[in-house]
Structure formats: C-alpha cells, structure tokens
C-alpha cells in the first residue's frame, strides 16, 4: 500500500514539474508572441472556434471547447477521425481552429488542414512537437512539449494531456478576462448549477405566497395561533394588523411562553408576537436571505414588497434543499 502511495505521488510530481515548466515559457518572447496572437484571433473571431483532436488530444479538446463555451467564448468540438464522414458541414468562413496533438503528425488531424486552408481559417496548434508536420501548416503554435509522461513507461499520455490541459485553461480565462466576462454571466450560461441559483435565484422565486403562508391577524387565539403555526408547518406563523405586518410568532416563541408557567390560554396574537420582524424585499437575491439567517440565527424571514407589504415568506429549509 505504501508502494502505491510513493508510485502516486511520482506522477503528480512529475506532472506538477511540467507545468512548472510550462508556467516559465510564458517569460520567452517567442512564446508570449504566439499565446497573445492566439488570443487575439480568437477574441476577434466573428464564428466559432472549432477545436479538434483525437484520442487522448480529443478528449481534452473536448474539455476546453466546453470552458470556452462556459466563459463566453463560442467554440465546439470536432471529432478528427469522424468529421470526414460528414462532419464537417459545421465549418464557416467566419471560423477559427485549434488544433491539439502532441506529435504534430496526427494524420486524422493532417486531413482537415487543406479543408481548412480552403476557408482560409487561421489555425492555432498546440502540440508538445513545434517542429511537427502540422506545426508547419499551422498560423500560431503553442507550444506544449514536455521531458516525459508521467507513465514510468514515457508511453501513456499523461503529463502531455495536462499541460495541453492547462494551457487551453490560460486561454479560456485570459478571454474570459479580456471580455470582460463577470459572475452574472457565468450563472447565465450555468442556470442549472450551484453558482447559477446562487447568482439568479430571487427570493420572489422560492418564498411561500399565498394560501400556504401562516396568517394570523392581533387578536387571534392562541390555540388558534398554535393550529395555524401546526398546520402551515414553517414554525411561525405572521400577525397582520389589517394589511400591515404587526409581528411574528415563532414555536420557539410559544415554548418559552410556556416555561413561564403561564395561564396562557387566554392570550391572543397581539399579546405574545414578536413586534420587529426581519423582513427583506422579494428582489434579493435567496443566497443573500440564507446570509442574513445565519447572521441572526433564525429560519425564516417575512418578504415585502417596495411598499414594505408582505408578499411571502422565505424558510432556511427551501434554501437548503435549493443547494444553497
């Protein structure tokens, strides 16, 4: 087991040195040149950018086609070995290619550069080989190269499919940069994620409205407080004084009522309400409720509108099945 453990730490070592090395080109001019010219085409790139690659290059082209589509640049992946079967249909003149091969010499790849040059697309490679057959065809190369693979065998694609990796990051996030691309945006093209509902979701979207918000008015019984408090099951229910919120009434505040050893049951609403509330404005944001809950240590909160009338309420427990 312990084998195991020193044999794992190798590889990350030996991947971690290549990107070390990787990290120390971007100080040779000749590699700034080419990674800004890189970063230009593409930022100006009226179509799309179409990445493609084969085997292990393929799959990791696969992956930096998403963070470009992910972070506002369009892209999508094109199969090398399949786009001559009828693929290729996606290519426009308007168009940018990247290419990825850590040889150079792919010939899935070596195929598509007259298709290509036929749209008279630039194309940038990244590739481990500079001095490659299609680094020679290629506009802009970046370059990729490492001393070995991870693999004790120098065979297995490793070490190269990281850097090649990492590089396609630098160029997403240094377009998502140059474009200014901010967190709304991300939740825009994430709706469904984590980030998503945390950056979009209102509290408007979520709160409990309606006929399946506790209300009680000032002079409501207290069994009648406790029924409602019961049946609606969020723990408190709210007072209205017409059609102000007067106050709330929390189980927590019922119990402490009762360890007063109070004769309690001729107490109404009015009577054992919480007359200051915390209350938030339907528009902000439910990650923002969630906050001020846990600063003030309580479950719920009452929602208003600008005119500070109650819309709903808003529980912890929906914010956590929410993801939040």
Known sequence: MEKDIRNAKKVVSKERKEIFRLEKRFGNPLFRRNFNNAIEA????????????????????????????????YATF????????????????????????????????KKLIPLFKEYKLKIILITANINSPLAKLSDIILDASIESEACPHNLTPTSSSTVSLVLGDALA???LEKRGFTKDDFAFFHPGGILGRKLLLKVKDI?????????????????DVIFMISSKRLGSTVVMNGKKIAGIITDGDL???LEKNLDIKNFKAGDI???????????????????????????????????KQLTGIIHIHTLVEMGL
């Open 273 to 307: 309400m919480n007359k200051k509330p915390k209350c938030i404005v339907q528009e902000i944001l439910a990650k923002s409720a969630l906050e001020i809950m846990e600063n003030n240590k309580i479950t719920q909160l009452l929602v208003t509108d600008r005119k």
């Open 78 to 109: 094109l199969n090398s070995g399949e786009s001559i079967h009828g693929d290729l249909g996606i290519v426009r003149e308007s168009d940018i290619v990247l290419q990825i091969s850590k040889s150079g010499g792919t010939a899935e790849v």
């Open 173 to 175: 996030m240094s377009l």
């Open 255 to 257: 119990r402490r009522l």
């Open 207 to 223: 709160m409990i409205k309606g006929k399946d918000m506790p209300v009680v008015n000032l002079n409501t019984r207290i069994n």
């Open 42 to 73: 593409i930022y100006k790139c009226k179509g799309k950018v179409i990445v493609t690659g084969i085997g292990k290059s393929g799959i990791v082209g696969q992956k930096i086609a998403a963070t470009f589509n992910s972070t506002g640049t």
